[in-house]
């Protein structure tokens, strides 16, 4: 979601309806992916990013939209059969069964459901290290390389730039900014709501989100290497060294890659992705704010 919002940022950025120019699509496609990666890194962008995401996922348009999705994938025996072995590989760990049982005693009070809540803001603690936070920035910024050509492509068609006043105007700071303009602003996030919901009750989407998550669940090698974190995880004292190793390594495959790029595009040229996303960028352009923070980035 982060590298979709930044990638829809730099879109409403730079989409300004002008004349064709000769700009270097190959530079400027170089240029975007850099910038994606320098400026996820950054602690502003990421804070301004976390509240933006809380408030897109609390639209209640999102919550139909994903119950629909979660009903249509629960009908899958396979995915549910699936889910179930991982459960039952994930409760034979014996740090999971520890970590329940030093929840219990820490919690005598607790019920079944309270428990599992309790074990599950240990994973979502250990998730949140710096450490484990960059490595899954990292692979989302692989994912942008992937993206970057054809919003390159889109860029090169709609833009009056020079490559020099690319280089120019898509400066990190100036990039970093603007991403800070959108993030926090209420036109941006409700637009961006509604794309995601829009788009996860298009049937080809829906699709492509299927048989990408079949195709990761239904992996020996991956499940193999999921319980694996997860046991890393769950240890009363996680060793954050070793558990990013691992997610590296379990994240940035070329077999996860291959399956996360492939949805990706998928749901680009799904019918009515474009439409979704014409709409998106006219509802943010039509915004003084953000018509006002895209003057100051273009403006030389």
């Known amino acids: 979601m982060r590298l979709a919002v930044l990638v829809l940022a730099l879109v409403v950025a730079c989409g300004s309806k002008q004349h064709h120019a000769d700009v270097d699509t ?3 496609e170089q240029l975007i992916a850099t910038r994606i990666t320098e400026v996820l890194a950054r602690p502003d962008v990421a804070r301004a990013f976390d509240a933006f ?4 996922l609390a639209a209640p348009e999102i919550d139909k939209a994903s119950d629909g999705l979660g009903d249509m994938l629960g009908r899958d025996p396979n995915l549910v059969g699936t889910a179930e072995r991982m459960l039952d590989m994930l409760r ?3 740090a999971l069964q520890a ?4 929840v219990t005693v820490a919690h005598p ?4 459901e309270q428990i599992g809540l309790l074990v599950a803001a240990r994973l979502d603690g250990v998730l949140h290290q710096p450490k484990l936070r ?4 990292e692979a989302l910024a692989k994912l942008a390389t992937g993206l970057a050509h054809g919003l390159a492509a889109a860029l090169a068609r709609d833009l009056r730039w020079t490559d020099q006043r690319v280089d120019r105007a898509l400066t990190a700071d100036r990039v970093a900014k603007f991403a800070i303009a959108v993030l926090g602003n209420r036109t941006a996030r409700m637009a961006t709501a509604q794309l995601v919901a829009g788009e996860l009750v298009i049937p080809e989407v829906q699709q492509e989100l299927h048989r990408a998550l079949g195709d990761l669940a239904s992996d020996p090698a991956l499940q193999s290497e999921a319980v694996s974190l997860f046991d890393l995880m769950l240890s009363s004292q996680p060793d954050a060294v070793m558990i990013e190793a691992k997610l590296r390594k379990l994240i940035m495959s070329p077999r996860v890659f291959g399956i996360a790029n492939h949805a990706i ?11 979704l996303g014409d709409a998106a960028l006219a509802t943010m352009a039509g915004d003084p704010m953000l018509g006002r923070a895209y003057e100051e980035l273009a403006s030389e």
């Open 26 to 28: 190959a530079h400027l």
């Open 53 to 56: 995401l809380d408030g897109v």
């Open 92 to 94: 034979q760990l014996p």
């Open 99 to 102: 970590l329940i049982r030093e």
């Open 109 to 112: 009070d607790a019920n079944s």
């Open 134 to 137: 960059a490595a899954l920035d």
């Open 265 to 275: 595009q998928g749901t680009i040229a799904a019918p009515g992705s474009a439409k």
